[in-house]
Each structure stands twice: as structure tokens, then as C-alpha cells.
């Protein structure tokens, strides 16, 4: 898919090919061509290319038939693994404070996801969904490091204090089941629209002191990833990125408005920004829609159930749509 070339954080990369080569897997094969010095991966300063990364992951899930290599990164991963982020979660004052932090400088872990902490009057969460336009075997590969990590995160502030909590992921991953090891984890797939997961946990934790707070280390701490945060340039292509949001969605397409919230513009912004790109949200839509419901009726499912899964009422405004789009009814497109 066309990519945008973002630097991301080497380190876990670094972890990634530790990780590999306990389990015997060969990295030279995999980073043929790519450009990529293992021995400077660990280097605090050093990046990659997303387009590495993707590469990477295509030809990893290629070679060992296995695409949860994400789920074991995030399992080594610690909070001192997140560099100076790390240190100022440990030193705050609040669970709550922890994860605001978190979610205000979360591109400084990695800048394929956004987060976003809510609180309501019964439950704090956190909502983590892709930025940045990614192949599928790359999307799933974040999507399981970060559950993990998150996973991680929580047990290193709470410790014993761990509650249960939910935890919901947009991609009906073939590995599941893997996620039994997070056993304080309540773990539902498929579910939350656009591609994406949710932490949720109850609004008790919120105010729940941690034992390492340290208000002279959470200052400094704040202090280096603002002025890191400041140095990330933000880019991308937001054409790609909306269509993989559209293409990755579950249970119907998100709106305009969905998207434009989790880039934290105005729907009126993005919608000019995909106009001047020469792609606007109806279109993309559209050929999304086709896309999806070619495939789905190509697998044999009914007419119905892609209505459903495309967000439509009924068969007969999906059959509408569909016609209007494409000139042919959806049940002569199963041959297609």
C-alpha cells in the first residue's frame, strides 16, 4: 500500500531482533536491503523507517507463518524500556496522572498510534488508534505490542493493586487466544468500529496513589518529553491513512467526524485536506464499500450479513448502494 515515510523509535526493533534470535529465526534474510544496522538499534537516538518496519514485518510473518510477533515484543517490553516516558509514568503521583501523560505523549513511544484518556462517571479508559497508514501484517503487529505493553504498564504502576479490566480490539485477530496469558485482561475482538484498541478500567483507579511517585523526577521527566515532543514533526498522508481507517474498520465504516475527532481536527479541516489531496471522504468511502463487499460476498457470505458488517440497515439499502456504485446488483458480484 503507498506509505508514508515516518521515523519511528529503534529501540523496540532492537528488542524485536533479540527477540527473533532466541527463538532461532535468521535475521539476515529479513533485513536484506533494508538498510538496517542491528548493532544501532539500541542507540536511544536512533530511528527507523516505517517502511523498514513494514517490510520487516511482511517478510517476517512471510517466513515463519506466524503474525503475533507482536504480542511477544510487547511482553519483554518494561516501563524503563520507554526511555524518559517511562521514568515519568513511574513518577507520577496518580494512576490517572499516569495516563494522561501517557496519552499526551505517546508518539514519543511510537508515532503509528494516537492515544486518547477519557474518564466518565464509572470508568477511566484509554483509546489507542492507528495515525499513520500501515500494511495489514504491521497494523496487527502494533495492535499486539501495544496491548501487551499497556498490559505491562499497568502492572508495573498497580502491582498487586491490579484490577480486572476490559480490554477491546477492533481486528478479529487469528491468535486470540494468546491473550489468555493477560489474565487480569477481560478480551473481546472484533468490536469498536474503527481499527484501534480500548483500555478500560474502573474510575476507583483513577485517584489511586503510586508508590514511586516523585515530584522532582515527574518534572524533569515532563520537562525532556516536551522538548522531544516539540522536535516530532507531524506528517503523513492523510489519504492513506483514511482509507486504511476505512479498510480496517469492523461493524460498519466511522464517519467523517470520527476521524477528523481522533486527528484532533475539525471534520471541516480533514475533508479539505482530502479535497486538495484529490480524494474526498464520499469517494473513498465508496470504493471502500465496493472493495469490502466484493470480498465479503466473494466468501460466501449473505447479502445480509455484509449489509450489517458495511453498516447498513438492511439488505435492500445495501443492494441499492451497491447498484448505484457499481452498476450490478450484489449477488451478480460473487463471481467477481
Known amino acids: ?14 528488542r524485536l531482533l533479540e527477540l527473533l534470535q532466541t527463538q532461532g529465526v535468521s535475521i539476515a534474510p529479513l533485513i536484506d536491503g533494508l538498510g538496517l544496522d542491528p548493532k544501532t538499534l539500541d542507540d536511544p537516538d536512533a530511528t527507523v523507517w516505517l517502511s523498514q ?73 484509554m483509546l ?36 480486572r479490566y476490559d480490554l477491546h480490539l477492533a481486528l478479529d485477530l ?9 489474565t487480569n485482561a477481560r478480551c473481546r475482538f472484533g468490536v469498536g468500529g474503527m481499527a484501534g484498541l480500548l ?43 483514511v482509507r486504511m481507517m476505512l479498510r480496517e474498520s469492523s461493524n460498519g465504516l466511522p464517519s467523517l467526524e470520527e476521524l477528523a475527532y481522533t486527528l484532533n481536527l475539525s471534520s471541516r479541516t480533514l475533508d479539505r485536506h482530502l479535497n486538495a489531496a484529490g480524494a474526498g471522504f464520499r469517494a473513498l468511502t465508496a470504493d471502500i464499500i465496493v472493495d469490502k463487499a466484493r470480498v465479503l460476498l466473494a466468501q460466501g457470505h449473505s447479502v445480509t450479513t455484509v449489509a450489517y458488517e458495511l453498516g447498513y440497515t438492511d439488505a435492500s439499502n445495501f443492494g441499492r448502494a451497491f447498484r448505484r456504485l457499481t452498476g450490478m446488483s450484489p449477488g451478480s458480484a460473487t463471481g467477481l
Open 128 to 163: 489507542l488508534v492507528p495515525a499513520l497508514p500501515m500494511g495489514h501484517a504491521c497494523l496487527v503487529f502494533h495492535t499486539d505490542t501495544i496491548a501487551t505493553a499497556v498490559d505491562l504498564v499497568l502492572h508495573e504502576l498497580l502491582g498487586e493493586r491490579m484490577p
Open 174 to 182: 487469528p491468535h486470540q487466544q494468546r491473550y489468555a496469558a493477560l
Open 1 to 14: 500500500m503507498p506509505q508514508v515515510d515516518r521515523a519511528l523509535p529503534a529501540r523496540y526493533f532492537g
Open 199 to 241: 483500555v478500560r478500567f474502573p474510575i476507583a483507579l483513577i485517584d489511586e496513589p503510586l508508590s514511586l511517585a516523585d515530584a522532582s523526577a515527574l518534572k524533569a521527566a515532563e520537562a525532556r518529553c516536551e522538548a522531544t515532543f516539540r522536535r516530532v514533526i507531524a506528517g503523513g498522508q492523510v489519504v492513506d491513512w
Open 53 to 125: 518496519v513494514d517490510t520487516l514485518v511482511d517478510r517476517l510473518v512471510a517466513k515463519t507463518g506466524r503474525g503475533d510477533w507482536g504480542f511477544d515484543l510487547g511482553q519483554r517490553l518494561r516501563l524503563t524500556s520507554h526511555s524518559i516516558l517511562g521514568y515519568g509514568l513511574l513518577a507520577s503521583p496518580t494512576l490517572g496522572y499516569a495516563m494522561q501523560m501517557l496519552a499526551r505523549y505517546f508518539s514519543l513511544t511510537t508515532p503509528t498510534f494516537r492515544a486518547q484518556f477519557r474518564r466518565d462517571s464509572q470508568h477511566g479508559s
